[in-house]
Nanobody
Framework: QVQLVESGGGLVQTGGSLRLSCAAS????????MGWFRQAPGKEREFVAG????????YYANSVKGRFTISVDMAKNTVYLQMNSLKPDDTAVYYC?????????????????WGQGTQVTVSS
């Protein structure tokens, strides 16, 4: 049984930083792509960042490129999202997700397993 548990959300001022964690259990991250998505109030869930299985080939949405960094600690089977220079538009519930194959995709429908989400609020 695959489980994904996010943590690290919170309230931060504009320009601040947060690091989200997604602890995975049930199978190794070596073989499965991981993604971070977010959903703001009244909006659809959108892709933020992703990596291929093993933590290779990070890919970012244009809106976060240069500010967010996705990484994987294989020893801890955990994916991180380091978020810097946060803006009010980054306010959302952030979810990590896992595909059932090695290569990342920006489409949420292609991710099989999801965490419960963690709230990130950026005040102006």
């Amino acid at each position: 049984q695959v489980q994904l548990v996010e943590s690290g959300g919170g309230l931060v001022q504009t320009g601040g930083s947060l690091r989200l964690s997604c602890a995975a259990s049930g199978r190794t991250l070596s073989n499965y792509a991981m993604g971070w998505f977010r959903q703001a109030p009244g909006k659809e869930r959108e892709f933020v960042a992703g990596v291929n299985g093993g933590g290779t080939t990070p890919y970012y949405a244009n809106s976060v490129k240069g500010r967010f960094t996705i990484s994987v600690d294989m020893a801890k089977n955990t994916v991180y999202l380091q978020m810097n220079s946060l803006k009010p538009d980054d306010t959302a519930v952030y979810y990590c997700a896992q595909r059932n194959e090695r290569f990342l995709n920006v489409l949420e429908g292609l991710y099989l397993y999801w965490g419960q989400g963690t709230q990130v609020t950026v005040s102006s």
